[in-house]
């Protein structure tokens, strides 16, 4: 059997924005070996701005290519995959001394000054969008965009950047507070939502509750993501720092909870898209977590060639593989790496971005 050769503890990147910043997200594509991702501030005070950094790998430094102002606060990014210059972001505006959430689209330009150029705007006076929780680019169907808000799902048609104001489709209310929503990768038109402390998943094409888990976390849920390779499976976080796995068919039980890890509120979580044994997720008590759940991964550790299992002694045990300790103020955001498996970023309050990477120990762990 093939072993991992000796491993250095990798020196994470860090890169500071020197404003408030609540939201990170991947940029889609890239070139191996180096990594770029997009950070929002939300200043109350100073104009904000988005910020367009590279990692390399290589020297382990973060390097900022490009800043675009920005008018208002970000609280949320969210790039197109099919073109990484569209991106959509929500926050607050404080135009004319009046608090309002707002949601637009735009394209990023490249050169020498740099510049976001609106192109539509989603607001509606008929019906207003409430503080935004999730922006979800539809896999299964082009220039559809579904964004949750604190207490309704909608649907919008024409994000595609090509013109003309993006239609909403469709509005379907899901429940007081609201925490976020997630696509399903494997089957169209359903999208899962936390609210409170429960789990919803509801089927766009009828407008109803398709399942539904209540107390599915002691206090408040916060987020839910789908696994991207097991379908029916989703991860939940809460108020009560802890991770859990759900399969919507047999809500009665949890299918694996993951502990120890937080001591606050459980803000975010993420499957890796690679290696859905790996799990990212970040909290108010400024801890970034990998944990590894192999036991409800679609390719359990300890599972030999052909199918067969070396024995459930043999596994690796599900849990904490490793905390990164580098911010000081609560991380609100987190996300994997778009074009590496092993590399992810963070980001806290206070501006702080931090990318690190998948001890060489557990990343051979999967390999070999």
């Not at 989603?122 to 969008?129: G, R």
């Not at 089927?203 to 206090?219: E, I, P, Q, V, W």
């Not at 993501?225 to 009665?252: C, H, I, K």
């Not at 970023?345 to 998948?358: P, T």
Request: glycine share 8%; aromatic share 8%; net charge negative.
């Amino acid at each position: 059997m093939a072993t991992a050769p000796p491993q250095v503890a990798a020196r994470a990147g860090v890169w500071l924005c020197r404003q408030p910043s609540r939201c990170v997200a991947a940029v889609p594509g890239g070139e191996s070996g180096r990594h770029r991702f997009l950070v929002g501030t939300c200043d109350l005070q100073q104009k904000n701005e988005i910020h367009l950094v590279e990692f390399s790998e290589e020297s382990a430094e973060v390097s900022c290519k490009q800043s675009f102002p920005h008018e208002d606060e970000v609280w949320l990014i969210s790039p197109s995959p099919a073109d990484s210059r569209l991106i959509v972001t929500s926050g607050l505006s404080h135009a004319s001394g009046k608090t309002s959430p707002v949601l637009r689209l735009y394209r990023t330009s490249e050169g020498s000054e740099a510049s976001l150029q609106p192109l539509a705007s989603f607001d509606s006076d008929e019906t207003p969008l409430g503080s935004v929780k999730s922006v979800l680019w539809d896999p299964h169907q082009d220039s559809h965009l579904v964004v949750a808000d604190a207490e309704a799902v909608h649907v919008f048609q024409g994000a595609s950047g090509s013109g003309g104001k993006p239609n909403r489709h469709q509005t379907l209310h899901v429940g007081q507070r609201c925490m976020g929503a997630c696509l399903d990768p494997h089957h169209r038109q359903q999208v899962s939502t936390v609210d409170d402390g429960h789990l919803k998943t509801w089927d766009l094409r009828t407008s109803r509750l398709a399942f539904r888990k209540d107390n599915a976390h002691l206090f408040g849920a916060r987020d839910v993501d789908y696994n991207p390779n097991v379908p029916y499976q989703v991860l939940t976080t809460g108020e009560d720092s802890a991770l859990r796995f759900w399969d919507l068919r047999q809500l009665s039980t949890c299918m694996r909870s993951l502990t120890g890890g937080h001591h606050h509120w459980a803000s975010r979580a993420r499957f890796n898209g690679h290696h859905d044994q790996l799990v990212l997720s970040c909290g108010t008590d400024s801890m970034v977590c990998l944990w590894r759940a192999g036991s409800v991964a679609s390719a359990p550790l300890g599972e030999a060639a052909g199918g067969e299992d070396n024995s459930a002694a043999q596994r690796p045990p599900d849990g904490l593989v490793k905390r990164y300790e580098e911010h000081e103020d609560s991380v609100y955001g987190c996300c994997w790496s778009a074009s590496d498996a092993w590399v992810f970023a963070s980001v806290s309050f206070d501006g702080k971005l931090v990318v690190n990477r998948v001890p060489g120990e557990e990343k051979y762990r999967i390999l070999l």
